[in-house]
């Protein structure tokens, strides 16, 4: 039997007690106040765990990428939000051709990402449901203000071949519910209405209850949690299902330690944290260097410290650029092997 | 015919004149000083690539993952050079593999490790070649001293299966002549020779010639250069063969833009410098921020902003793990798309 111990390093594991637990986990929250869950699959990339969500009672999937839609697509998910502005004549033929075979959100935050999804639209003959992205304090893609929400709400209503289907937020921050209501009061004299209002962030994802406009909600980390999600306080340590299991190939001094995990399997995401990632064996050990194959560990205020050859446990920072290292994730049931999935949508740029 | 206009974006390129002339370029300053060029096929991690380094004199390739080197090996490289601590009762069953199709050199800055290469050797019925890693101020992997270093290299002349072949820094700096004086000086008493000295790294490239001792040399990233290259004086902005074509995909407000390129086609390598690329039409933009699918635009600084849908060319800060990251690099001929090649040691991490 294949065992954790078995694995050559570095590999990145899955605790699949705590996975199950944590989609069980906020289904349920979702559930209880009666909110849509449309999990975000670019934290996984995995079609069978995306099925696991969907299962559990998701509404549908978020992909960030047009071609992360198309592998889900593949593998028989019909219900799929892509939360990013869609331009380009190739990107829109292949919207187009999606449209044929699932029900899709996008969203848009200009006028020029209007016109080209109703080119697409009228390309594919059918109806394009589009939110528009509002920067309620993010300061990334999103419009800036409800005047200027509602006006790109109306240019959808009037494009042939979209509709207007609300709103869209990241993160989740008080400005938000200000920011839906003056939209609506804008509309309302237009006669058009904001049906779906949808927020994100895994750090947020306890607190969309006291939100409420948010009627559905894209979380991705919530089901591996990492440092950064820790931090923010919507996971617990014990909670964290996705790991990177490493070896120890150096001990150049007394305090330091090398590993075979670098940025190529962590990802140089510092996230704000001391470190690259938190040793389990080692909580005191820090992480304080990355090069592309080796991590590069201080101990000088670790009590124990490592011998060469020694298999290593590491938290990372950010689960998600983790997911678009790794070929392959392997799912652990206790020690034992249960299944290795291929990341299906991995490096899926376009 | 595809142009660079016709790529989706984002898409990796090469300008396969600037990589030519890269290639050629260093081997002549290699065969002037009669230093053997071992290029790092980690900074491309494309077969094709490594046969024109090959072509061009390269006396064989150094890989830093045996993945990356069972990859070349596929490909027809016989003389590879892995500068890694190899461990693990898997791992060394490949390597021991792998020596029956290729002559492999490979390091070690432990007893373990060189314990490890003795049971591999044997397997293999073959005689390995190991250079012991000296840590001349990197604080990477390596033995910290002359002492160090020459007992390693009587352990490792004493291990059947095991031949000492000489010493391996990184990077070139000046403690290096004196640590392997040291060495050698110690070792002559017992009859040893440090046969071969081998350092590395694109930022000391063009300073070799003033390290008498060094008589082979890894460099990866002269091929295509970077930010960080740049940043270090060994290439010019005009030298650099790598870009990340994007596009901008919204303009949230007049100083901000955001493109569709972002930690996970870029990397979060910050290397130091201001910014996470420098944009070549908007020199005076700054990419502040990366999320994974979005480079954040400050316009703050720059006279012109470009407009939504519009293509610009990042020059990344550092090119290897943009490697990682694509599963192919377009090479440019001017703007005519001349070859496709997949990136066959892409995510090789074992």
Redesign the interface.
Known sequence: MNTRD?L????AVVNLDRLEANIARFQQYCDQHQIANWPHS?THKIPAIAAMQRAAGAAGICC??LSEAEVMADAGFDQICIP??L??E??LARLANLMQRATLTVSA??A??VAGLGHAARLAGRTLAVLVEC?IGG??????NPEEAAALARTIAATPGLAFAGLLAYPLAPPLEAFVAGTRAILAADGISVGRVSAGSTAGMWQIHEYPSVGEYRAGMYIYGDRGTIARGAIAQQECALHVIA?V?????PT?A?L??G???L????SGLAGYGLILEYPDALIEKL????A?VDLGSSARTP???ERVTILPNHC??VS????QIVGLRGDAVEVIWPVAAR?K??
């Open positions: 078995t050559e390093t570095p590999v670019k960030q990428k990013y502005n331009l380009g190739q990107r935050d200009s020029e990402t920067d300061q990334r893609c999103g419009v800036q070896t190939v150096s001990r150049p001094t330091r090398v075979d995990a940025s190529k399997a990802s140089s995401d510092i090069s592309e194959e080796h590069h011998q060469i050859g998600c650029p678009n290292l790794f070929d490096g740029l376009v």
